[in-house]
């Protein structure tokens, strides 16, 4: 059974049945939300009119209780994988040009003369944001467009906020020994996740939230960046044309690794 549905007056779809179900768990599709199937004949309905799909078994969180407790309900991280490229299903080539503006972007400021460095600080921040609205949407199956790789700057103090405070807490971390710096960049490492996620997180408070989602995750993240290790060398091996191809792939993936750990609203 193929499924639609509406957020914000945009339309999406078709889903397959174990993919809405799967949006619905991760709270991508909210009660209030629009959908529709064939067995519904000609109207839309509020997804929480539908029967089977909010219960306290398979949304513990929609009904406004506490988040369930992620302990041993986290997803495979080859499953992640596998789910990254069942978003990019169609949409690669939308993938691999966002990329590559990415990279001209972030690229091209460093060679601009004597403000090289100060424009690479100002827009690291603002532009890692925007990359990662994009292919969070990409995974959730919403809109997803090239203009959106710029929506980082509409949250600039946020974004640039969350970007210095990261590398200065990484580099005092660092400072003590390696490992703790390592650790700390794994316990970051969904910052810029909920800064795209939600416009009314500040910098300090995306900081909160992603360490509290990465408590009991970091060796899990750690895993999960290994898998991609072999690709990486191949990508080296194409003088560095595949980037453009494991970018996509693995922006997507972290995104269903950020919906994964995230708590329930």
Not at 21 to 37: E, S, Y
Not at 104 to 118: K, T, Y
Not at 241 to 254: C, D, E, N, R, V
Request: proline share 5%.
């Amino acid at each position: 059974m193929q499924w639609y549905y509406a957020k914000r007056g945009e339309r999406h779809g078709p889903v397959e049945d174990a993919e809405f179900r799967r949006l619905i768990q991760q709270g991508a599709i909210t009660p209030k939300d629009l959908v529709w199937n064939s067995s519904l004949g000609d109207r839309w309905a509020p997804a929480s009119s539908v029967a089977g799909l909010f219960n306290a078994a398979a949304v513990p969180a929609a009904a406004g209780g506490p988040a369930p407790v992620r302990s041993g309900e986290l997803t495979h991280n080859r499953d992640l994988m596998r789910l990254a490229r069942e978003s990019l299903r169609g949409r690669w080539g939308f993938g691999v040009g966002v990329s590559l503006l990415y990279m001209a972007i972030s690229a091209g400021c460093g060679f601009l003369p004597f403000l090289g460095s100060i424009a690479s600080l100002l827009i690291t921040g603002p532009m890692v944001v925007g990359f990662t609205l994009v292919f969070l949407n990409v995974s959730r199956r919403q809109s997803a467009e090239a203009g959106q790789l710029f929506y980082g700057f509409q949250r600039f103090g946020a974004a640039l906020g969350a970007y210095l405070l990261m590398a200065l807490f990484i580099l005092l971390w660092s400072l003590l020994l390696i490992i703790p710096g390592i650790i700390a960049t794994y316990a970051y490492a969904m910052t810029f996740f909920v800064i795209a996620d939600d416009p009314a997180a500040g910098p300090r408070e995306a900081l909160r939230r992603s360490k509290e989602m990465m408590r009991g995750s970091k060796w899990k993240l750690f895993c999960f960046f290994w898998r991609f290790f072999g690709w990486a060398l191949l990508c080296v091996l194409t003088l560095g044309i595949g980037f453009l191809w494991l970018y996509p792939y693995m922006q997507t993936a972290m995104a269903h690794f950020y919906d994964d750990v995230r708590p329930r609203d």
